[in-house]
């Protein structure tokens, strides 16, 4: 079956540094990839996503890279503010698997600190 | 802008209460499906539809019920609350599965 998994938060940096949270998957088919975010008290919003091997999705300075080699996507951001202080969770989606749902990883809790 | 809502946001209720939380959305989807949030962060699949009267159960057992007799609305009803359901409940919705879903605000729910 599919599944996602992602590093384990909390994950604690000071502003403007360097982000990487990790995502590997396995999956039958072919999947597109996603990384959602989920701010306090909030629903999940779209970050970015991608549908085929290499490309490379990107929005407000985060991007990730599709990666089948390694069956990895993973999210990135030069310099993080205060304001990316969220849950990102990454998900595929295996069409080719006969699947109409998401597969979510756990999430993990970014924290930016000044 | 929200194209799907959910309704209440929070709501705090009483053992043995029955309640319904509300979810619309705007853009046409035919599949819909309902997530429980535990404090943990981790998302739990309860129930999901794929169009009109279709409604399944999900990953997660839940003694919640759902129905879908219009395309727009997929509400959930628990009979008879506990503190168990104590949870955030998330809706969301697809016209492709590849598209990645529309997710609604979520309804905070403690059973008292």
């Known amino acids: 079956g599919n599944s996602v998994t992602q590093m384990e938060g909390p994950v604690t940096l000071s502003e403007e540094a360097f982000l990487t949270i990790n995502c590997t998957y396995t999956?039958?088919?072919?999947?597109?990839l996603f990384w959602y975010v989920q701010y306090p008290g909030e629903g999940l919003q779209l970050l970015l996503k991608?549908?085929?091997?290499?490309d490379k999705g990107s929005n407000k300075g985060f991007e990730a890279t599709y990666r089948k080699e390694t069956t990895s996507f993973h999210l990135e951001k030069g310099s993080v503010q205060v304001s990316d202080s969220a849950v990102y969770f990454c998900a595929l989606s295996d069409l080719g698997g006969g699947g109409n749902k998401l597969t979510f990883g756990t999430g993990t809790q970014l924290k930016v600190e000044l | 802008e929200a194209d799907i809502y959910q309704t209440p946001r929070y709501l705090v209720i009483g053992t043995g209460k029955k309640i319904t939380l509300e979810c619309s959305q705007t853009?046409?989807?035919?599949?819909m499906y309902w997530y429980q949030q535990d404090p943990g962060m981790e998302l739990h699949l309860i129930h999901y539809s794929y169009g009109v009267n279709s409604t399944e159960k999900g990953d997660l057992s839940s003694e919640s019920t759902v129905s879908r007799i219009r395309t727009e609305h997929f509400p959930l009803t628990l009979e008879s609350a506990r503190p168990s359901h104590t949870s955030q409940y998330l809706c969301?919705?697809?016209?492709?599965?590849?598209?990645?879903?529309?997710f609604g605000s979520g309804t905070r729910l403690t059973v008292v």
């Open positions: 991608a549908t085929k091997a290499d």
């Open positions: 999956a039958t088919g072919y999947p597109s």
């Open positions: 969301a919705s697809t016209g492709r599965t590849n598209y990645g879903y529309t």
């Open positions: 853009m046409g989807h035919d599949k």
